[in-house]
């Protein structure tokens, strides 16, 4: 299961911390809030290849992590 999310530097986030309570969890949101870039980091922190065009201001790295 996972508990939180940490995002730094990826896509449109420069940072981001997410926490989940225990049990079945939904995101919802508009068109553009931001849903499929969650769950690319979230891709890429299990393994996912990526490039330097995800990175939110062309620094060197990102930061993901998952618990």
């Known amino acids: 299961m996972i508990r939180r999310i940490y995002i730094k ?7 981001l911390e997410l926490e989940f309570p225990k049990g079945f969890i939904v995101i919802t949101g508009e068109t553009g809030s931001g849903k499929s870039i969650l769950l690319g980091a979230l891709q890429l922190a299990l393994g996912a ?19």
């Open 9 to 15: 530097n990826y896509a449109l986030i420069q940072e």
């Open 49 to 67: 290849r990526a490039d330097h065009s995800i990175l939110f201001n062309k620094e060197d790295k990102c930061v993901l992590e998952v618990e």
